[in-house]
């Protein structure tokens, strides 16, 4: 052993008279660099994702202002999704739960959000606006919360109301609004002009990248869920493992979204299980995922799972050539 490495050692240091060839490092990088970096754009320009543009609250102002204007008056009375969510948000709601498992309401509401205020009243506050929607602002904040409620639920009612407006804000009847569609027209012509883009996350604060306000706003109204449908991005068109149109998504999130299909997770029941898991749909299927990894995590120790290779065993077939040898060596 010694020789060994006393004579590698000798030809380590023995003078190269072998055939030389010249070889310039810094050319070969420079080309190198060159050629990925011409493939890394060519293969971007023919299969990277789309870069659409952002939804923004002027967009939605300007493409649907009844939506706009009706979704507002929900903030302000508190019929919204947002405003109904439950933990983290709000205590309107105990949140989803797998039976007497509420992990929700046992997180809490640790990032507070008072729609009406937060979505509404706050930006027309931080912004000079016209003299008839400052008076209708001082007349809501100084109303009572139970009058505040009375005037935007009526209005709510109003607008929804299938044998009336029908959704449309222009042909609600005379009512009990009080300041409320004084409140959601300044707070549309806001958002037409744009300032309510800059102004929601949070007001006085031009550095911020909090965008929670802003997707649970619009998420309340038909905007955005409208441009997830279009684009089959919402839960049942496999949304979650999906990118814009027919582009590759997030396929490793293929194990959650499989269970959003399924008939007992995404149902149209007003009652009963089905109505029950689809209503807590989110909950039920991490609570599926994680029973899945720990049977994986756990296959060592428990009986009969452990077992499978021995009773189904596809690792010989894969490793036929190492069994063949150690049966021929044995």
Same mark, same amino acid.
């Given at each position: ?25 810094? @050319? ?17 320009a023919l299969f990277s994702s789309p870069d659409d543009k952002a939804l923004t609250f002027r967009g939605w102002a300007t493409a649907m202002p009844k939506d706009f204007f ?39 509401? %640790? ?14 506050? %931080?912004?000079?606006?016209? /003299? ?9 904040l100084k109303a009572s919360p139970a009058q505040q409620a009375t005037w935007a639920t009526n209005l709510d009612n109003a607008i929804q109301d299938p044998k009336g407006a029908?959704?449309?804000?222009? @042909? ?14 300044? #707070? ?27 997707? *649970? ?6 905007? #955005? ?25 997030? /396929?490793? *999130? ?61 690792? @010989? ?14």
């Open positions: 052993m010694m020789d060994l490495k006393a004579r590698q050692k000798e030809i380590e240091r023995t003078h190269w008279t072998g055939p030389l060839r010249r070889y310039d490092i810094v @050319k070969e990088g420079i080309i190198a660099c060159i050629v990925v970096a011409a493939l890394v754009i060519g293969l971007s009706a979704t507002t008056v929900k903030e302000l009375a508190g019929t919204s999704d947002s405003a109904t969510y439950g933990p983290p948000y709000n205590a309107s709601g105990d949140g989803q739960a797998v039976g007497p498992i509420t992990m929700q309401k046992w997180i809490g509401v %640790h990032e507070p959000i008072h729609t009406a205020n937060d979505f509404v009243i706050n930006p027309l506050i %931080h912004q000079q606006q016209a /003299q008839i929607v400052q008076n209708a602002v001082v007349t809501w029908n959704g449309d804000p222009s @042909k609600v009847p005379n009512g009990d609004y009080g300041p409320t569609p004084l409140l959601a027209s300044g #707070l549309l012509a806001m958002a037409s002009s744009g300032a309510l883009d800059g102004i929601l996350p949070a007001p006085g604060d031009f550095y911020n990248s909090n965008n929670t306000k802003q997707i *649970l706003f619009m998420g309340d109204g038909s905007y #955005l869920p409208g441009f997830g449908d279009a684009n089959h991005l919402s839960g049942n068109q496999w949304g979650m493992m999906n990118e814009i149109g027919d582009w590759p998504g997030q /396929q490793w *999130l293929m194990p959650f979204s499989f269970w959003y299909q399924m008939p007992f997770v995404n149902s149209d029941a007003t009652s009963g299980l089905s109505a029950t898991m689809t209503a807590n749909g989110d909950v039920y299927v991490l609570a599926i995922i994680t029973i899945i990894m720990l049977l994986h995590f756990l296959i060592p120790f428990i009986p009969g799972l452990r077992d499978i290779p021995r009773w189904i065993p596809v690792h @010989k077939l894969i490793w036929r050539q190492y069994y063949r040898r150690a049966k021929q060596t044995s």
